[in-house]
C-alpha cells in the first residue's frame, strides 16, 4: 500500500520534499501548518524555561497593547518595572517574603495533586494556620516566649492546615463528596472565622480602632536573616521544597501517592490502602499550608488583620498548575509570580496605573502556559 | 418595617447579583464546564455597566454593556477549557484574575463618576399585598427580570429541545455526535451565556445595589454563586432559593444590629457555606447522581475507597 502511495506520488511529479514546504497543495500546507503548530518541545528543564519564556514574552507584548490604550508608554513602563524590582535589595527581598507563604500554600496543592487530588483551599489552610498561630501565642500569653514559643506556634499552625485539609479528605472518603467543591467552601467559612475572631473576641483594645489582633511580641517573632526583611520562614518553606522533592523521589509513600494518582482502581487491586494514602496526602497538603500561614504571621505581618494572606491560596494553586505539581517548579513559580505582583508596586509609583492591574499580566502569563504551552489534558 | 420584612428585602435586594451569576453558572455547568470566572464575570458587568450608564445615561444601555462584557470574559475560559484543552479549575481562576485586574486597570475613572442607576419600583397592586408586597414587589427593574428568568430557564433547561441538547453536551456529548449534532458550539453558547448572565449580576450590584463602582466589588459573590449552584443541583428554582438565602444572611446581621443585638455579623456570614456543606453530606449521593456526567470527570467525583 504504502509504495502505491509514493508511487502516485513520484508520477505527480512533485518531490516529496515540497509537500513539507507546503508549496504543492492547500490540504498539505495545512498538514504542515498544522504539525509546526502541534508542535511542542520535549519535557525537561530546558525546553520547560523555553515555553514560559515565549508565553511571557506573549503575555508582556499583549500588556503593552493594554497600557498603550491607558495613555502609558509601555517601554517606559516596563523599564520602570524592572529597574525597581530587580536592582534594588529591598523589593528583591520583597519578593522573596512575599513568596514565602505562597511556596507553603503551592506544595499543599502539589502533594495531593500527586495523588489526584484537587486542593483549591489553601487560602482557607492559610487563614487557619495564622489563626492557630495566633491562638498559641494568645494562649502562651508571654509564659513562654522566643524558640518554645515559635515551635508551639508552629505545630499548632500544621495541626490546624491539617485539620481544615484533613475535614475535606473526610467527606471525600466518607461521604462522596469532592474536595475540590469542599476546600472552595471551607476557605469562606476559614476567613469567616478569622473575622469573627479579629473584629471580636481577638480585638485588639488598644489598638488603632482597626480590625486586628495585638502584634506578636518582638520574642515571638522569626529571626531575620542578616539585616534584610528575609526571615527564617523563607529558609524553613525551601526546606519543604527539598524535603517534599526528596520524598517524591525516594519514598514509598511518594511512590503509592503517584500509583494512586495514576489510577486509584489500579492501586486498590494491587493492595494499597487508597484512602489512608488520600488522607495522608490531604493531610501533609493542609499541615504545609497551615505553616504557611504560620510564616506569613511570625514573619512578615506579625498580626492578623483583616487582609490577612488575601488571595494568596488562589495564586499559590495556580502557581503549583504552572509548575506541573513539581515541588522545585513550585517554588520557582511562586517566586515568578510574587515577582511579577511586586513589580504591579512599580506600576502603581512609576506609572500611576492601579496595582491591580498587574493581575492582567499574571493572567495573560498563566493564560499563554495554560492554553499553548502545555500538554493538552485529556478529558478534562 | 418588621426585621422580618425588612431581612426578606434585603434578601431579595442582595442575592439578585448572586441569582443572577448563579443562573449563569448552572447553564454553564449543565454543558459540563465549571467556570470559577464567575466573580470576573460579575466585576466586567460590573464595571461596563456601570460606565456605560455613565456615559450615556441610559442604564439599560449600562445592563446590555454588562452582560456583553461578561460574556467576553466568559468566551475567553470557554476558549482555554473547550478549544486548548485546559483544566477548567485553573483557567477558571485565570480568568478571575484577569477580570480582577481589566476592571481595576479601566475602573480608576470611573471610582468617582456619577450614573443613572435602577430605583425601586413598586408595582401597582401588588406591592399593596402585605408582607409579599414590600418583600417582593417594591424592587427594581432588574429583580423583577430575575424572576422572569428562573421559570424562563427551568422551562429552558427542562423542557425545550435546546435544553436537551444544552444538558446533553454536559452529560453524554458522544450522543449528540451520534445523533448528527456539533458539540462544541453548544458548549461555547453555554457558557458564553452563562458569563452574560454573571456579567448581568455584577451589572445589578453596581447600578442598583451599591450605586457606585470600586475596586473588586463582588468579593467573593462569584465563588458563593458557584457554591449555589452546587447547593441547588443546578436547578433554576432552588438557585434562586439559595441565592435569596445568602442574600438574607447578609440582610440579617445589619437588621439585628439596628435593633441593638449583639450578633456577630460573621458568625452569620459562615451559615450559608456550612449549610451548604451540610447538604452535600445529607444529601451527597443523590447530589452526585445530579452531577452532569462531563462534569464529574472535572470533579473527579467517583468516590475513592
Known amino acids: 500500500m504504502s509504495t502505491d502511495v509514493s508511487g502516485s506520488r513520484s508520477s505527480t511529479a512533485t518531490p516529496p520534499a515540497a509537500d513539507d514546504d507546503g508549496g504543492a497543495s492547500p490540504a498539505a500546507a495545512r498538514a504542515a501548518q498544522r504539525r509546526v503548530l502541534r508542535w511542542r518541545p520535549d519535557n525537561g528543564f530546558a525546553a520547560a524555561a523555553l515555553r514560559l519564556l515565549v508565553a511571557l514574552g506573549g503575555a508582556m507584548g499583549l500588556f503593552a497593547v493594554l497600557m498603550l490604550i491607558k495613555g502609558v508608554n509601555p517601554l517606559a513602563a516596563y523599564r520602570d518595572m524592572f529597574t525597581s524590582t530587580f536592582t534594588s535589595s529591598t523589593s528583591l527581598a520583597g519578593i522573596a517574603v512575599r513568596a514565602t507563604p505562597l511556596i507553603l500554600a503551592g506544595l499543599a496543592v502539589a502533594v495531593p495533586a500527586r495523588a489526584g487530588l484537587i486542593n483549591v483551599g489553601g487560602e ?8 492557630a498561630a495566633m491562638g498559641m501565642s494568645l494562649l502562651l500569653d508571654g509564659a513562654v516566649n522566643g524558640p518554645v514559643a515559635l515551635v508551639l506556634m508552629a505545630v499548632a499552625a500544621g495541626i490546624a492546615g491539617a ?45 488603632s480602632g482597626q480590625p486586628a489582633t495585638r502584634a506578636l511580641d518582638k520574642a515571638d517573632r522569626l529571626p531575620l536573616l542578616g539585616d534584610t526583611r528575609l526571615h527564617l520562614g523563607l529558609l524553613l518553606s525551601v526546606i519543604a521544597v527539598v524535603a517534599v522533592y526528596l520524598v517524591f523521589r525516594t519514598t514509598s509513600w511518594g511512590f503509592r501517592l503517584r500509583v494512586v494518582g495514576g489510577n486509584p482502581e489500579a492501586a486498590r487491586r494491587a493492595g494499597l490502602k487508597v484512602g489512608v494514602l488520600l488522607l495522608t496526602a490531604m493531610l501533609v497538603g493542609g499541615a504545609l499550608a497551615g505553616l504557611g500561614g504560620f510564616t506569613q504571621l511570625a514573619g512578615a505581618e506579625f498580626k492578623l488583620r483583616s487582609g490577612f494572606v488575601l488571595g494568596y491560596g488562589y495564586v499559590a494553586y495556580l502557581a503549583s498548575w ?11 513559580s511562586c517566586l515568578l509570580l510574587s515577582g511579577i505582583v511586586i513589580g504591579g508596586d512599580s506600576l502603581q509609583l512609576d506609572s500611576g496605573l492601579p496595582a491591580a492591574g498587574v493581575n492582567v499580566l499574571m493572567a495573560l502569563l498563566l493564560l499563554g502556559v495554560f492554553g499553548f504551552a502545555t500538554k493538552r489534558e485529556a478529558a478534562r | 418595617m418588621t426585621i422580618v420584612t425588612e431581612v426578606f428585602t434585603g434578601g431579595i435586594r442582595g442575592g439578585t447579583s448572586i441569582l443572577y451569576a448563579a443562573l449563569g453558572e448552572s447553564v454553564s455547568e449543565r454543558a459540563g464546564v465549571v467556570n470559577l470566572g464567575t466573580e470576573g464575570s460579575m466585576l466586567a458587568g460590573a464595571l461596563a455597566g456601570y460606565a456605560v450608564a455613565a456615559e450615556t445615561g441610559h442604564p439599560w444601555l449600562g445592563a446590555f454593556a454588562g452582560a456583553v462584557a461578561g460574556g467576553l470574559l466568559a468566551l475567553v475560559h470557554a476558549y482555554m477549557v473547550l478549544s486548548r484543552g485546559a483544566n477548567q479549575l485553573a483557567s477558571g481562576l485565570v480568568v478571575l484574575f484577569l477580570g480582577l485586574g481589566l476592571t481595576s486597570l479601566f475602573g480608576v475613572t470611573y471610582v468617582q463618576a456619577v450614573a443613572p442607576t435602577f430605583s425601586p419600583v413598586a408595582i401597582p397592586g401588588l406591592s399593596a399585598i402585605p408582607f409579599i408586597g414590600p418583600v417582593f414587589f417594591e424592587q427594581d427593574p432588574l429583580v423583577y427580570l430575575s424572576y422572569a428568568l428562573v421559570p424562563l430557564l427551568s422551562w429552558f433547561l427542562f423542557r425545550s429541545r435546546w435544553g436537551v441538547l444544552l444538558r446533553a453536551s454536559g452529560e453524554r456529548s458522544e450522543v449528540l455526535v451520534a445523533h448528527g449534532h456539533r458539540v462544541r458550539p453548544i458548549q461555547y453558547a453555554a457558557v458564553v451565556g452563562g458569563g ?17 463602582w470600586f475596586e473588586n466589588m463582588a468579593v467573593g459573590r462569584g465563588f458563593v454563586a458557584v457554591a449555589v449552584v452546587m447547593f441547588a443541583s443546578r436547578r433554576p428554582i432552588r438557585v434562586a432559593g439559595g441565592a435569596y438565602l ?8 445589619p437588621a439585628l444590629q439596628a435593633r441593638g443585638f449583639g450578633i456577630n455579623q460573621f458568625a452569620l456570614d459562615a451559615v450559608p457555606y456550612v449549610v451548604t456543606l451540610v447538604v452535600l453530606i445529607v444529601f451527597g449521593r443523590r447530589q452526585l447522581r445530579d452531577v452532569p456526567e462531563g462534569l464529574s470527570k472535572v470533579f473527579d467525583a467517583q468516590p475513592t475507597r
Not at chain 2, 452574560?196 to 457606585?212: F, I, N, Q, R
Not at chain 2, 445568602?246 to 446581621?253: I, M, P, Q, T, V
Request: glycine residues 14%; hydrophobic residues 50%.
Open chain 1, 163 to 207: 485539620l481544615w485539609s484533613g475535614l475535606a479528605a473526610i467527606l471525600r472518603l466518607k461521604g462522596g463528596i469532592s474536595e475540590s467543591v469542599t476546600t472552595l467552601l471551607l476557605n469562606y467559612v476559614a476567613l469567616d472565622i478569622m473575622y469573627f475572631l479579629i473584629y471580636e473576641r481577638w480585638k485588639d483594645r488598644e489598638g
Open chain 2, 246 to 253: 445568602f442574600g438574607a444572611a447578609l440582610a440579617l446581621s
Open chain 1, 322 to 332: 504552572l509548575a506541573g505539581h513539581k515541588p522545585i517548579g513550585v517554588m520557582l
Open chain 1, 124 to 131: 482557607g489552610q492559610l487563614i487557619m494556620g495564622g489563626v
Open chain 2, 196 to 212: 452574560m448572565l454573571a456579567g448581568l449580576g455584577g451589572v445589578h450590584l453596581s447600578t442598583a445595589y451599591t450605586k457606585a
